[in-house]
């Protein structure tokens, strides 16, 4: 193995440019070429190639997004695209194929590797930490520090004025996000995809909290974790519960951001692990963390399995709210 | 004069707190007894009074929110409410009182004093800092500085992903935060209500910037700025302009949070400054900053009055978006 | 069990208020009474005792500090300091006994123990991480972010001269903050007690560093990491190296702040497990988490075993700083 | 006027990329050519020469330090090298030059533009705010909120343990930053050059602050405040007083750093300002803001008079920490 590539795919995370430094510096270090492919899949079909030294990621470390940008690409999803995208790969060289993002890129690179032989291993880079095979996610504790930092500020007005406070965070089909700042911000209720929750017992536990001498509540809600999402949740709620409601929706702030040092040290030590996965000849996996460790996971098991959320931390979340 | 009464009203402002323990330490600095009137004009009816000392402010001068509360109180509306707040203010002694809070504050307690005779100075608590006679109200800095942090982050992505948001800010009918952000940010487009933008003109800027190169582009929206708010306005654009735009409303997070350095030091000038005021014998009157110096401006005008924006500030955004 | 008391000993950690609220609520959840004790083992021994109820700690989640403060005791090394501490605690009717704090606390709830026969339990806080029993301690992250924030603030202006910094983190006689700093903050160079460091290969990095390319280095020192500190290491490397170095110490704003979601989440999960293990007939036992789970560790062993820091990290950040 | 050129010089200071960016995109707006000079007056002897467009300046608003570097040149400080510098300048066709920096560049400035009599003007860039001629200087605001993070996290710490704690700040021969963060950090002393303090009057201060029943005390010290620094006062001080006091000196993490929205906006103003100054045939002066309205002063008074800071501030800071 001579030269490697790494792309970003999906929606953007804090941490990919740390991952990205780890490949490009630690290729370096083992005596590869490192090669970079701007705008994922799609400038993997458009041969959109920039080689990659260590002073290209210098300064990068602590910079949210992507610096090799992302994109998405309806044309990869058909043969022909990957076909394209295969030929750029062989014509450029490329022996190996590091693909950053989530389930979504994970599965276009298992067929890349599947029709086109190319060895590809894939980093978890989405704050959603919605993958298998790995405990955390690259973005996961940037995006969670952002989300408890806006509630810490909602928090201030809601206890100033004797309001209910609903927030919507992201996680997409996953209530990751949701369960973690809901403890870490003292949520009065955590509504997760995972565990449904119906509008009639959250405004009774809003209502016990104030009859508690409570003066204000927080309602954290994942954004699949209620059908309408936070702004129905919050109507729905209205019916049970004497209590106006204010409902925020976080949004894409959630993104962005210099990653915390916890995202930046994981991001680097996958980076570099998925140089090492390549050169010691695996492919078709997926690199995570787990317990410390490394960890390879098949493509098709880390897409296919649901990492669940820890019960445990559910019925903490409930108990602290008292 | 030997009993003074502090209270802050309408929404909560990150300064208030500095602005209260201000009135405190320099009130019972100059010998005077300190009364705080929980939850705003509603407190003054319901009698809620409780006596602070130096040590009961103590920790709070970095805290968001108000140790005092806030609230809407429809009776103050009423002569019968003020009626009936001016006379526990009498019974507890109290002779001059502090109002915190923006238009509508200084409203009620432009009636209170014409109507009761009670002395009355007001410190300008808003994030709006759309109150005449003060450069700057106390929480606009931390308002800014707060949407900002979230512009930065939203850019990260927008960056990686060439695209185009609209970021929707507070501000009531005025353009102040939006405009402030908007340099700060480097937007290349500010929408704010003193100046009508159309939606055709944002999308030619919005073009413009994708040929010159840009990636990505940032309108900032004050949420008085467009018919409709942000999500109208990407819709109206998305007609004249080839970018998907995505829309955040920032909400409330733009109300919470530790104040800024500018904001302690505005509030707790403002605060001692309300105490002289009431001491020297002015009532009626709204204290305010002018060129760093103490400003005494009466209800009336400063209701009345519209501060307008730096209309070069403005076109200075327009430049340094090229 | 019907009264358990808690209290925080020794450096205080972001995040201990976070185990004492969870201490609380969850005692509470559990039908016990819970017993503040003020000022750590000098309280105990002084009887400055508080009951705690779920409203008292209400709002304190977000706070760095500790509101049961925290003290030395010259006192409890005595024999009959523990004596008279253990009679209080007697006397109050408490049967057990929850320890928040580092490994002299630990020494100190081992002796009481043995001593007096007092069910207890110690939960790690400490920003430090140089316990035995944990994976992390309560704090430990917090410090982490805090201090990368300032060396990403420095980066800037090494970056901007030409300069070579040597910043010196918190750490005891372990190199677990800087190690990790480190690493998220691409440091060239990680001085840490664990792995000696002469200041000539120190010079000899920072030499290659700029032959490479690279207008600045950081250099990251534990505080215990080298003779002199800091301060010493730059005078020794500047007979080896032509750079000038600067040198900053950032001392005690590693302690504070707002503690982050994790350290929240942990000091949550580690305050509950704290008022189980008790509950369940546990003592002399800290409380920890390893690889996500709560394990218990006799006193003894959490005392004299010592944790290593991980050496495939430290090798990590040697590659990454190519 | 066709063709400029801009550069920084001294200590770097957050928002020194935000008036480049304001130069570079209002000078070509006014149809000029920019050239970046790098490294200061010694990049100026060497020709260190870069034109800058528009998009070179793109993604730099929120960047700390300068892009366009800063030195020392002990070449310039000689008839030669500016001589040699001058030279340069006319070679490339600078028809004027924008100067962003402190007391020094303005010095170095006024001789080139005098014994040379090429156009210059200066913008008043350090975090000091001691220059003459302008209310704020570029990156005062972003330091004195860098320092206020530290102290409210060092007060966590000293609140938690009964402490005092001597809190060096910057701010070279003027007390501006101390005074700015003593109001805005509730310290119960501010000590700066401006105002002599004796040790013995600051140990009373704390002695009464203890007996009024505050827990902990914070002592702000400029570092030109007391003849060796925050260190020898917290020894002088003990002598008086039965505290053991802390000593943190903040150092070089308040040059870094995002600038706050104050420090981006003030910088676009004056970079806008300094392009429009040249045109209009200015030279020789610095352009500040007073007032909210642009001013300019003649360097030789900028360098030589004195702004003093406001005693009612201090005055304020004294009665507030009651």
């Known amino acids: 193995m001579k030269r490697?590539?790494?792309?970003?795919?999906?929606?953007?995370?804090?941490?990919?440019?740390?991952?990205?430094?780890?490949?490009?510096?630690?290729?370096?270090?083992?005596?590869?070429?490192?090669?970079?492919?701007?705008?994922?899949?799609?400038?993997?079909?458009?041969?959109?190639?920039?080689?990659?030294?260590?002073?290209d990621v210098a300064n990068t470390l602590q910079r949210g997004g992507t610096i090799l940008l992302t994109a998405r690409s309806k044309e990869f999803m058909t043969p022909e695209g990957r076909a394209k995208a295969a030929e750029n790969l062989k014509e450029a060289g490329i022996d190996g194929v590091i693909a950053i993002g989530g389930n979504g890129t994970y599965a276009g690179a298992a067929k890349l590797q599947a029709e086109h032989h190319i060895p590809v291993v894939g980093a978890p880079g989405t704050i959603d930490n919605d993958l298998y095979g790995t405990d955390y996610t690259i973005g996961f504790d940037t995006a969670v520090n952002t989300a408890l930092d806006a509630i810490d500020r909602i928090r201030d007005t809601a206890a100033s004025h004797s309001r209910v406070f609903f927030i919507e965070v992201m996680g997409r089909h996953a209530g990751f996000i949701a369960l973690e700042v809901g403890i870490a911000g003292g949520a009065e209720v955590v509504v997760i995809p995972e565990i449904p929750t119906d509008a009639q017992a959250c405004a009774e536990v809003i209502n016990k909290s104030a009859e508690k001498g409570k003066r204000s509540s927080i309602v954290v809600v994942a954004e699949g974790g209620y059908e309408g999402g936070a702004e129905q949740l919050a109507r729905d709620v209205r019916q049970y519960s004497g209590f106006e409601g204010r409902v925020t929706v976080l949004g894409h702030i959630q993104r962005g951001g210099s990653p915390t040092a916890k995202d930046r040290v994981l991001a680097s030590r996958l980076g570099a692990a998925c140089v090492e996965a390549l050169l010691s000849g695996a492919s078709g996996v997926a690199i995570g963390e787990v317990n410390d460790e490394i960890r390879l996971t098949p493509f098709k098991e880390a897409i296919e399995k649901r990492k669940d959320i820890n019960h445990k931390k559910y019925e903490l979340a409930r108990v602290l709210a008292l």
Chains 1, 2, 3, 4 share one sequence.
């Open 4 to 55: 490697i590539a790494v792309f970003t795919s999906g929606g953007d995370a804090p941490g990919m440019n740390a991952a990205i430094r780890a490949v490009v510096r630690s290729g370096v270090a083992h005596g590869l070429e490192v090669i970079g492919i701007r705008s994922g899949y799609q400038g993997m079909i458009e041969g959109d190639f920039v080689p990659m030294g260590p002073r």
